[in-house]
């Protein structure tokens, strides 16, 4: 969470490995969206408890 608007200043066109808490990280799927969403492709691990197998 504090380097998201670093990914978009870095040029990059997506971010990955975006990790909820529930598995370690610090990712807050609402507020990535917001701050950063509209600027770059978000890539795989937002939301691994609700999402798995689908």
Do not use: W
Not at 2 to 22: F, H, K, Q, R, Y
């Amino acid at each position: 969470m504090p380097i998201l608007e670093l990914i978009v200043a870095n040029g990059c066109d997506a971010s990955e490995t975006l990790s909820p808490p529930a598995v370690g990280g610090d990712v807050v799927p609402e507020q990535v969206k917001a701050r950063i969403g509209s600027k770059v492709a978000l890539i795989g691990g937002v939301d691994y408890i609700n999402q798995a197998g689908t």
